[in-house]
Each structure stands twice: as structure tokens, then as C-alpha cells.
């Protein structure tokens, strides 16, 4: 499947790739095999970078196709590196640029790790050596880059995958939740009305108060939308989707709903409006 990708190509765009498949030349194999079937003006380009694409899949080089491929074929490498794929979801204070991160969750050769502030965190850069694709949802745009300003890297070791654009290709608009939802995939019941301003203040309340129910439940509602993640790029990949309840046989436990702060929520969403602008977690943050 992944090396009918064309699109990529200097030259080759709908129309092109239209024209070489009714040529015969349906994938790298048959450009190299049959470069007299290849229109002279691009000949050159398209047997060259279907010569190199062959010789990345030869050797495996995740990295090569995750800079080179089009974002429209980007999901391709689904079909190939499915299996090594490890899913991973990030919480912050907030969603300025300058916020911390508070959580990471891993789903990494089919085990749940975490890694949180003041605990353990640093030991992400460990697990990430031994990352082949790193699959996320939205992480191009908010999850990476926040890791690599919060740890102060050069780029990710490992080659990424957003899963936010193969789905809006498709018709799945909307953030994780709403994406999933139509696929039949729902979150446990008391994770069904979590957000990300749900997880800002449940690390609020776990750093000021110490509150274990607050800590937990966030883990929780982090690690559910790294779980979502393998049966939607099973979907992706058009390969039967893992059911949610295999899913959550892998959360850690339910906590006793911890007390947050009531107040005038209209008023805190005012507040952090006027902090982050059209970035507030309400507004940004649902999206994912």
C-alpha cells in the first residue's frame, strides 16, 4: 500500500498520478520496472525518488517516509510499521507557549507507561530511544512541540505520525473525542465529560493539595485518549479496530471523584479567555 504514494514527487500531483496509473505504473515497483511507460518531463524524478523510497523500505527507514511522504499519504505508514507504532498524549498547565508539561502517557510495546512533573518525567527521553513511530492525535501542532521546547531537544529520535489530518482527509472532523464517538468508541463513563480544562485543574489541585483522587483521575483521563489512539489508527491502516473493552481492560483504576474547586465557572472561563486568548484550553484543547 505504501508504495503507491506518488504525491510526493516533484511533477506528480492528482492529475499526474491519475495519468501514470492508467500508463500501468500503479507503484514504485512499476516505475523502475517500466520507466518507458513514465511521460519523459518527469521520468527522471519519479524513477529517482521510487529508487530511493524502495531502498528506505529495504531498510526500514521509518524517518525517510515520515519527512517525504505527502501529508495526504503520511497514513501509509500505518500499513507497513503498525505493529512497532507507539501511541503517547501529553497535559500542560495551560496552553501557552511557555506552560508546563504536567503528564505524559505511552502506549509502548503494549504496556501503559507514565511519566509526571517532579516524579519521573525526564524518563520519557529514555522510552523515546527505543521508539520506532510515534503515532499521536494533534501532537504536530501541540503535543511535540512542547516536549521539545519543555526538554530542550534539537527534534524528536523517532519518526511521528498525527493522526489529526488522515482522519480530516477522511470525514473525521473534530477533535479525539468527536472522532472517535462516530466510530462507536466511547470513553468510560466517568472519563465521558473530561477536557483538557478538566486536566488543568485536576493538576492544580494535586500539586496544592496533595488530593491522590485528583492525580490519578487525570493519568486516567490521559491514558484513555492514548488507548483511543490504537483503534483509530487500526482504522486508519483498514485493519479491524481493538474494542473499547479490551481498551480499558488496560486504564488504571477509576478514583473517587476528587473536589474541585466550584466557584463561578462563567467567571473562570472569562479569566482564561483573557489569558490565552483564542487558545484557551476550552476552546483548543476539546479539539484534540
Request: with cysteine; glycine share 6%.
Given at each position: 500500500?505504501?508504495?503507491?504514494?506518488?504525491?510526493?514527487?516533484?511533477?506528480?500531483?492528482?492529475?499526474?498520478?491519475?495519468?501514470?496509473?492508467?500508463?500501468?505504473?500503479?507503484?514504485?515497483?512499476?516505475?523502475?520496472?517500466?520507466?518507458?511507460?513514465?511521460?519523459?518531463?518527469?521520468?527522471?524524478?519519479?524513477?529517482?525518488?521510487?529508487?530511493?523510497?524502495?531502498?528506505?523500505?529495504?531498510?526500514?527507514?521509518?524517518?525517510?517516509?515520515?519527512?517525504?511522504?505527502?501529508?495526504?499519504?503520511?497514513?501509509?505508514m500505518l500499513t507497513c510499521w503498525l505493529n512497532q507504532a507507539t501511541y503517547f498524549?501529553?497535559?500542560?498547565?495551560?496552553?501557552?507557549?511557555?506552560?508546563?508539561?504536567?503528564?505524559?502517557?505511552?502506549?509502548?510495546?503494549?504496556?501503559?507507561?507514565?511519566?509526571?512533573?517532579?516524579?519521573?518525567?525526564?524518563?520519557?527521553?529514555?522510552?523515546?530511544?527505543?521508539?520506532?513511530?510515534?503515532?499521536?492525535?494533534?501532537?504536530?501542532?501541540?503535543?511535540?512541540?512542547?516536549?521539545?521546547?519543555?526538554?530542550?531537544?534539537?527534534?524528536?529520535?523517532c519518526a511521528h505520525l498525527d493522526l489529526r489530518w488522515p482522519c480530516f482527509y477522511?470525514?473525521?472532523?473534530?477533535?479525539?473525542?468527536?472522532?472517535?464517538?462516530?466510530?462507536?468508541?466511547?470513553?468510560?463513563?466517568?472519563?465521558?465529560?473530561?477536557?483538557?480544562?478538566?486536566?488543568?485543574?485536576?493538576?492544580?489541585?494535586?500539586?496544592?493539595?496533595?488530593?491522590?483522587?485528583?492525580?490519578?483521575?487525570?493519568?486516567?483521563?490521559?491514558?484513555?485518549?492514548?488507548?483511543?489512539?490504537?483503534?483509530?489508527?487500526?482504522?486508519?491502516?483498514?485493519?479491524?479496530?481493538?474494542?473499547?473493552?479490551?481498551?480499558?481492560?488496560?486504564?488504571?483504576?477509576?478514583?473517587?471523584?476528587?473536589?474541585?474547586?466550584?466557584?463561578?465557572?462563567?467567571?473562570?472561563?472569562?479569566?482564561?479567555?483573557?489569558?490565552?486568548?483564542?487558545?484557551?484550553?476550552?476552546?483548543?484543547?476539546?479539539?484534540?
Amino acid at each position: 500500500m505504501i508504495t503507491e504514494a506518488f504525491q510526493h514527487i516533484r511533477g506528480v500531483g492528482p492529475v499526474r498520478m491519475q495519468q501514470l496509473q492508467q500508463l500501468g505504473v500503479r507503484n514504485w515497483h512499476d516505475a523502475v520496472a517500466c520507466e518507458q511507460k513514465i511521460p519523459p518531463g518527469i521520468r527522471q524524478a519519479v524513477v529517482g525518488a521510487c529508487r530511493q523510497a524502495l531502498e528506505a523500505l529495504e531498510t526500514d527507514d521509518i524517518a525517510y517516509f515520515a519527512d517525504t511522504l505527502h501529508p495526504l499519504d503520511r497514513w501509509r505508514m500505518l500499513t507497513c510499521w503498525l505493529n512497532q507504532a507507539t501511541y503517547f498524549d501529553i497535559e500542560t498547565t495551560g496552553l501557552s507557549h511557555d506552560d508546563g508539561i504536567t503528564i505524559i502517557v505511552c502506549w509502548h510495546r503494549n504496556q501503559l507507561h507514565t511519566f509526571v512533573e517532579h516524579e519521573n518525567l525526564d524518563d520519557i527521553l529514555d522510552l523515546l530511544d527505543d521508539v520506532r513511530l510515534l503515532v499521536s492525535f494533534n501532537g504536530s501542532s501541540f503535543d511535540v512541540p512542547r516536549m521539545i521546547d519543555g526538554f530542550h531537544i534539537p527534534n524528536l529520535p523517532c519518526a511521528h505520525l498525527d493522526l489529526r489530518w488522515p482522519c480530516f482527509y477522511r470525514g473525521l472532523h473534530g477533535g479525539l473525542k468527536q472522532v472517535t464517538s462516530k466510530l462507536g468508541l466511547e470513553r468510560p463513563m466517568d472519563l465521558s465529560s473530561a477536557d483538557g480544562d478538566l486536566a488543568v485543574r485536576l493538576w492544580n489541585l494535586w500539586q496544592a493539595q496533595q488530593d491522590s483522587n485528583a492525580r490519578n483521575q487525570l493519568i486516567r483521563y490521559c491514558a484513555a485518549d492514548v488507548l483511543l489512539l490504537k483503534p483509530l489508527a487500526e482504522h486508519i491502516a483498514g485493519v479491524p479496530m481493538t474494542s473499547a473493552a479490551d481498551l480499558w481492560q488496560h486504564l488504571p483504576p477509576a478514583s473517587p471523584s476528587p473536589l474541585l474547586p466550584t466557584g463561578d465557572q462563567d467567571a473562570r472561563r472569562r479569566i482564561l479567555a483573557a489569558k490565552f486568548g483564542s487558545a484557551s484550553p476550552r476552546v483548543l484543547r476539546t479539539r484534540r
